[in-house]
């Protein structure tokens, strides 16, 4: 065995940070808008010197973590439970931090982020490697945009501006005034571009069935999480309406995957790092999905550099992800400064897999120099 594989994990650090959100980009849906956001940023260090990053991102209305939070569970449990333990396999690691904490997943997969670029690193492969891939090294990539009118005009301009081709639409509040979005969004972009329809569960079944049959003559690409996250029987009734339904609020761990699997309840399942876990276990459930037959796409909860590297990982590791719909490598085009020196290789079009070990990023000097 490698040595350097034995080595333990010797030291956890975190920064907190709040970037600011672009305004023209903010994304509002029936869940709330992500106007103001928190993350903590982690680094772990092995016994052997070599250092994992990580990135907590997550909201309030997702998952009930924060930073704060992050940082609580952080210090009272988690450090504890990982401090001295090996490194290898990162899986027990995993395990250690699911038996002294319940739920919490965006906050452990923050820290698993930096586990497995550890693990990576020390095996001087890109993460997507140690994965078990990659099967791919390009992923097409959409913008969300939301708001009618002048907002949503302006969203798309910047969108364009940044490069992207393929748009989500964020829906599920009023029926009319959806409608009227994604005509005005069709309209904007004309009849060959790609629009996806995502409706945070805001709508109960009756209206999900009217707004599906309303915005069909759009030609929306998808309809995501038309209902509430626990409707699966909801979910299911909705795949005859001629749309790929996929179930992201529905899916957070592998049981809920196992939930969907079993009501037939979605054609595509929207993968986090954040929801998962961790990037090992998001690859773990999107073998599944796809050994049932599903669709993956890697889903955003507007990530930093740090959160999209993973995701771009994940993305390249996966046995099948959707060649129809784009997913959401993005984060980091929603704030106004990123917290990389580089690495991470994306544009509005689409995220390419680097050839340099671990995650493949670098902090910025400011942001290593609060690390020490
Ligand atoms: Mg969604």
């Known amino acids: 065995m490698n040595r350097s594989l034995q080595a333990t994990v010797a030291e956890l650090k975190t920064v907190a940070i709040s970037p600011r959100v672009k305004p023209e980009l903010l994304v509002s849906g029936a869940r709330g808008s992500h106007d103001r956001s928190d993350f903590l940023l982690v680094k772990m260090i092995t016994s052997a010197g070599v250092a994992g990053i990580g990135e907590v991102s997550a909201t309030l209305t997702w998952s009930g973590e924060d930073s704060t939070t992050a940082q609580h569970v952080i210090d009272t449990v988690l450090r504890p439970a990982l401090i001295g333990k090996p490194l290898t396999p990162v899986a027990e690691l995993e395990a250690a931090m699911d038996t002294v904490l319940a739920g919490h997943p965006f906050t452990k997969a923050g820290i698993s982020i930096a586990l497995w670029d550890a693990y990576a690193r020390t095996l001087d492969v890109p993460l997507a490697v140690a994965l078990g891939g990659p099967r791919r090294t390009d992923i097409a990539v959409k913008c969300s945009l939301s708001g009618n009118g002048e907002r949503l005009r302006t969203g798309l301009e910047h969108a364009r501006a940044a490069g992207f081709e393929a748009y989500k639409i964020k829906i599920g509040m009023d029926v009319p005034t959806d409608v009227a979005r994604l005509r005005e969004l069709r309209e904007l972009v004309g009849s060959d ?36 996250p626990g409707d699966l029987p909801g979910m299911a009734s909705l795949r005859d309406l001629g749309l790929p339904i996929v179930a992201d609020e529905s899916v957070f761990g592998m049981d809920d995957l196992m939930a969907v699997l079993a ?38 909860n507007g990530e930093l550099g740090v959160g999209a590297a993973a995701q771009l990982h994940v993305a390249c590791a996966l046995d099948r992800l959707s060649e129809e719909i784009p997913s ?45």
């Open 193 to 228: 571009a790609f629009i996806g329809l995502d409706a945070n569960g805001g709508y109960s079944r009756t209206a999900a069935r009217r707004a599906g049959r309303l915005l069909l003559p759009y030609e929306p690409a998808f309809f995501e999480q038309p209902v509430q």
């Open 263 to 300: 009501a037939d309840a979605a054609d595509v399942i929207s993968l986090y790092v954040g929801k998962s876990g961790g990037p090992g276990r998001a690859v773990a459930m999107g073998r599944i999905a796809a050994a049932a037959g599903l669709d993956v796409i890697i889903g955003s």
């Open 328 to 372: 959401d490598i993005i984060g980091a085009h929603y704030y106004t400064s990123d917290i990389l020196a580089g690495g991470l290789d994306a544009t509005g079009v689409r995220a390419r897999l680097g050839d340099g070990p671990g995650l493949g990023v670098t902090l910025t000097e400011d942001l290593e120099a609060a690390f020490r």
